[in-house]
C-alpha cells in the first residue's frame, strides 16, 4: 500500500477500524488506491454515519421524546 493511503488511513479512527473488520479492502487499496472514495463511501454507509441516517436517527429520538411527554401529561391529568 502506498505511504500517504497509509497514513491517511491511519489518521482516521473510523477508516483504521473499518479496514480491520472488512480486509478485502486493504487487498482493494493496494491494487487500486483510487478505490479509497469508495471504501469512504461504504464505510459511511457500514457505521450508518450518512446523511439519511442521522436525519433518521434524529427523527426517532424525536419521536420517542415526543411519547415520553405524551406520558407525562396523561399521567398529570389523572392526578
Known amino acids: ?3 500517504e493511503l497509509y497514513n491517511y488511513i ?6 483504521r477500524r473499518f479496514i480491520r473488520e472488512q480486509p478485502h479492502w ?8 483510487k478505490q479509497i472514495e469508495n471504501m469512504q463511501i ?3 454507509n457500514y457505521y450508518q454515519k450518512t446523511i439519511p441516517h ?3 436517527g434524529f427523527s ?3 419521536q420517542l421524546v415526543e411519547m415520553m ?7 398529570i391529568q389523572k392526578d
Open 54 to 56: 442521522r436525519v433518521s
Open 10 to 15: 491511519q489518521s482516521n479512527q473510523d477508516l
Open 42 to 44: 461504504e464505510m459511511m
Open 60 to 62: 426517532q429520538s424525536l
Open 26 to 33: 486493504y487487498r482493494k487499496l493496494t491494487r487500486d488506491p
Open 1 to 3: 500500500m502506498r505511504q
Open 69 to 75: 411527554i405524551g406520558m407525562m401529561g396523561s399521567a
